[in-house]
Antibody, heavy 115, light 108 residues
Framework: QVQLQESGPGLVKPSETLSLTCTVS????????WSWIRQPPGKGLEWIGY???????NYNPSLKSRVTISIDTSKKQFSLQLSSVTAADTAVYYC?????????WGQGTLVTVSS | EIVLTQSPGTLSLSPGERATLSCRAS???????LAWYQQKPGQAPRLLIS???SRATGISDRFSGSGSGTDFTLTISRLEPEDFAVYYC?????????FGQGTKVEIK
């Protein structure tokens, strides 16, 4: 059974770059797409973007100017970078397997943007 | 972008009752790229339905999805205690993928 685990700082200062990594275990990282989704505290879900194992990406236009998703198949990891963060970027960030729908999710990691 | 509007916001029901959740899209969702998720407090969402009506692996047949175009429905035939949660619909027919705001199913 595939498992995903997010890792990265839980606190980021305003205007800095949020960086998270998702490690995949129990299955191949190749032949699938991998996504990031976030959820502000007490609110709904927002799709951030996905990356195919080949490197092809698709980002939410609302975040596109600030987002980079990358993949390292040798390490079975994919990563999220979100630049110039503000308090509005405070959320639980989930990594997930899938492109159009998401059958496998990480447990999520809370990232707070605060000085 | 496609806006998904879920109704009602909260559904108060008793165990054993039938739950009917609605998801309406601002424009047609192509190829039925419509999914439903269940989320419990402190947990990641769990995929229930994809392609509008196909149950995900391991999902009870108490859950069923239907609909097409702009109107979709998730039905829980007989509520079990573990079904009380928040439910989200999600479309991926047109980028950006979007989620509904959620329907909370609470114990009456």
């Amino acid at each position: 059974q595939v498992q995903l685990q997010e890792s990265g700082p839980g606190l980021v200062k305003p205007s800095e770059t949020l960086s998270l990594t998702c490690t995949v275990s129990g299955g191949s990282i190749s032949t699938y797409s991998w996504s990031w989704i976030r959820q502000p505290p007490g609110k709904g879900l927002e799709w951030i973007g996905y990356i195919y194992y080949s490197g092809e990406t698709n980002y939410n236009p609302s975040l596109k100017s600030r987002v980079t998703i990358s993949i390292d198949t040798s390490k079975k990891q994919f990563s999220l970078q979100l630049s110039s963060v503000t308090a509005a970027d405070t959320a639980v960030y989930y990594c997930a397997r899938g492109r159009t729908y998401f059958p496998h999710w990480g447990q999520g990691t809370l990232v707070t943007v605060s000085s | 972008e496609i806006v998904l509007t879920q109704s009602p916001g909260t559904l108060s029901l008793s165990p054993g009752e039938r739950a009917t959740l609605s998801c309406r899209a601002s424009q047609s969702v192509s190829s039925n790229y419509l999914a439903w998720y269940q989320q419990k407090p402190g947990q990641a969402p769990r995929l229930l339905i994809s392609g509008a009506s196909s149950r995900a692996t391991g999902i009870s047949d108490r859950f069923s999805g239907s609909g097409s175009g702009t109107d979709f429905t998730l039905t829980i035939s007989r509520l079990e205690p573990e079904d009380f949660a928040v439910y989200y619909c999600q479309q991926s027919g047109d980028s950006p993928w979007t989620f509904g705001q959620g329907t909370k199913v609470e114990i009456k």
